[in-house]
């Protein structure tokens, strides 16, 4: 792999190497850019990846650890944050990123999700807004996303999908039980199942295997590369152009500015903990929707003394979540459903917010299981069944392969007071401010999720389980994996914090690209991050091209 | 899921650094190697068989083996000297608080492995609401389904009462319904 030296203006320093930054540095490199890209997490490759549900879910191996970067919980603004006893927000800590270890629901967006501000109107409490972009100017990058990374769907199996100029590039994987079970019970409803879009290879792909089912997706690294994680797909081909270096173990805390008010580079650790300065022409951060801003306040100056880009004090506001819950049902017959992938049919009949229902919001179901032995083992069992003891150990015995889940996958409203800022005590293990999550569902999203709960429920039963049951304990909602809209794209420099490409409207040489840009949120994210990651690529290329970053 | 410590996603609030991942590992490597059984490195050997005594009726042998036979108390050993390093106090303390409740309950007995499985059973019950309890059957539960490597789930115990296998390639059908032939 290339090497720069760290006095060496490189063209682009890309901050983060997940789902987004993965791209940026494949699509700059083979630009004909010079690339360096910092990770806070190790390069794992194949070969590191095990089915070792203690290491990877327990003890938090691909992803954030309490204990190591802390992050505090509160409600709201008039409470003192706290660690929360569970993570509150999770995200991917490696080369690769959370594409990596994700699930690989691949969905793209709606047109309207785009203007539903102007569809629906203003929400009390909330700031929905339009994005400043549409759908148009989106499909292309769509379409480049699923061809480039390798995704697996029935292009209008579903309904109400929005336009596409070409079907996926490879066919959907098997369906399973839970499948079966939900295509019928929902036809049966009178909905409409289609197959759900996978980041998963159903068939060979530029050199790359098939899906073998083995079933460890959600917080697994792919042995066999089927899942079309960076890692997977763009990274090696970036690292092959000889212009890109990959530093893992390389945390930043700080970005740099001159006099002029431009970026200069970045101030990480390294792994033995050591200050680097890394120099570069233009700086692009791609650390996921809690980091990136994070990262913003931590380069608070002089001339910039509320952090960087956040003129406006918009910096860390508007955060969304993943938003929904899980109905568990069990089955007379064996499912089997630790096997192969976690999610094989969707519907999104109920995708689309309806004023009728008296709430702003809506969302699609799946049916999943994403439970593994010790989880389901603590987690898994009907809230009236046994903790321990015999019947207990009959019950999981008997019940392990006959279950089966729904999960409602739900808009989140943005709120101005749900944000990522910097915790005023609490310091992580390498001495920089704890992130601090402030956060709070909107009575939208409190009402919509209730009614996708009802809609599960009618599901699961029309499917024929013995016995259904929702979870709505106290921490049914976390860890958030889906962190968004921290630094908000709009065309007014008031309301948000980067422009339709994504530069900052107060740093003309830096740009933000992942969850932190997204206007709005529903259900599945990474498909549209990712693509305006592309879609950014080629912007920032064409403008270095000008020299006008 | 609130009833147990666990979230949707299914994750534990244990949060240490990735080098106690591997030590528990490369610890719990050791003791599988070595026979006769693994000496302990941090219960003392009367711990242990208390605790041993609990987790076997957490997860009791029946028709088929249990925490005993799977190994759980060399997994909470390890646990105990790796990851959870910080959690002993609640077994010293909780192991104390336990054998007073058995003393009152049964005043005549010695300690609780002697007890009888009723009495086993009817002493769990009393405890059962404590963060103590909470935390032994949380380690049972990991030690015998998680990965025999930590020193549970021996000889895959666990993994076979639930009809789970760890494998790299399946082929459709997985299950009894996507078998069956198109309605």
């Known amino acids: ?126 700031a929905l807004a339009d994005w400043p972009i549409t759908y148009a100017d989106l499909e292309p990058y769509y379409t480049k996303t699923e061809e480039e990374l390798g995704v697996s769907g029935l292009a209008g199996a579903n309904p109400f999908e929005a336009w596409r100029s070409k079907p996926y590039p490879l066919p959907p994987l098997p369906v399973k039980s839970s499948g079966v079970l939900f295509e019928r019970a929902t036809r049966k409803l009178g909905l409409h199942p289609f197959p759900t879009p996978m ?129 568990h049902g069990t089955f007379e017959h064996p499912l089997n459903e630790y096997k192969s992938i976690q999610a094989t049919r969707v519907i999104h009949d109920f995708y689309e917010p309806d004023p009728k229902r008296g709430f702003y919001g809506g969302g699609g179901i799946d049916a999943r299981f994403d439970f593994y032995p010790v989880s389901f083992a603590l987690a898994g069992l009907p809230p009236d069944a046994p903790q321990w003891g015999s019947e207990w150990k009959a019950m999981i015995g008997r019940n392990f392969n006959r279950t089966m889940t729904l999960l409602a996958h739900a808009t989140c409203l943005a709120r101005e007071q749900n944000s990522i800022s910097l915790d005023p005590n609490l310091k992580d293990a390498w001495g920089l401010p704890a992130m601090r999550v402030t956060f709070d569902f909107h009575p939208d999203d409190v009402s919509n999720m209730k009614f996708l709960l009802d809609r599960q429920m009618e599901i699961m039963q029309a499917a024929g389980a013995q016995k259904a049951w929702p979870d709505t304990g106290d921490n049914a909602l976390v860890p958030h994996n889906h962190l968004l809209g921290t630094c908000r794209m709009g065309n007014d420099r008031k309301t948000s914090v980067v422009d339709r490409y994504h530069r900052t409207h107060d740093v003309p040489n830096l740009f933000l690209v992942d969850g932190s840009s997204l206007v709005t949120a529903c259900c599945q994210p990474t498909c549209t991050i990712q693509t305006l990651a592309y879609r950014a690529a080629d912007h920032l290329a064409q403008q270095a091209r000008q020299n006008a970053i | ?143 015998f389904f998680g990965d025999p490597k930590y020193g549970g789930n021996r000889d895959q115990i666990g993994w076979k009462l639930i009809g789970f296998e760890d494998r790299f390639h399946f082929e459709p059908p997985f299950g009894y319904y996507d078998a069956e032939p198109k309605a």
């Open chain 2, 1 to 143: 899921m609130s009833h147990v410590p666990l979230t949707r996603r299914h994750l534990l609030a244990l949060s240490p650094f990735a080098a106690a991942i591997v030590a528990a590992q490369q610890h719990a490597h050791q003791a599988a190697r070595s026979t006769p059984p693994p000496p302990l490195s941090v219960l003392l050997p009367q711990e242990a068989q208390e605790i041993e005594a609990i987790a076997a009726q957490i997860i009791p042998a029946d028709d088929t083996p249990g925490a005993r036979e799977a190994g759980v108390i060399y997994f909470i050993d390890r646990a105990l000297a790796t990851f959870d390093q910080d959690k002993r106090a609640i077994y010293t303390d909780g192991l104390k608080d336990t054998q007073a409740k058995r003393a009152a309950l049964f005043p005549s007995s010695q300690s609780i492995a002697a007890l009888q499985p009723a009495e086993q059973i009817r002493l769990l019950q009393a405890i059962e609401k404590t963060a103590f309890f909470d935390l032994v059957r949380t380690h049972t539960v990991l030690a």
């Open chain 1, 199 to 327: 980041a998963i290879l159903s068939q060979p792909y530029r050199g790359r295997g098939a899906c073998l089912h083995c079933g460890f997706c959600e917080y697994f690294g792919c042995e066999v590369r089927a899942k079309s994680s960076t890692l997977a797909t763009v990274i090696p081909i970036a690292e092959k152009t000889g212009r890109c270096e990959i530093r893992p173990n390389s945390y930043t805390r700080k970005i740099e500015t001159n006099p002029d008010g431009r970026v200069t580079g970045a101030v990480y650790f390294d792994a033995g903990r050591r200050e680097v300065f890394q120099r570069a022409k233009c700086v692009v951060v791609c650390a996921n929707g809690s980091e990136t801003p994070r990262l913003l306040l931590m380069s608070a100056s002089n001339r910039f003394p509320h952090g960087l880009a956040n003129s406006n004090g918009l910096v860390g506001k508007y955060l969304m979540v993943d938003a929904g819950y899980e109905v």
């Open chain 1, 1 to 126: 792999m290339k090497q720069y030296r760290p006095d060496e203006e490189v063209d682009f320093l890309v901050i983060g190497a997940g789902a987004a930054g993965g791209i940026m540095a494949k699509e700059l490199t083979t630009a004909g850019f010079s690339v360096v890209v910092l990770e806070q997490g190790p390069y794992q490759r194949e070969k590191d990846f095990e089915h070792d549900e203690i290491k990877n879910i327990v003890l938090s191996g691909m992803t954030n650890q309490l204990g190591r970067e802390p992050h505090t919980y509160r409600a709201s603004e008039s409470e003192t944050a706290k660690v929360p006893n569970q993570k509150f927000i999770q995200y991917g800590r490696q080369v690769g990123g959370g594409s990596v270890h994700f699930t690989a629901n691949y969905w793209r967006l709606w047109e309207s999700d785009f203007h539903q501000k102007s569809k629906f109107g203003s929400v009390a409490g909330a």
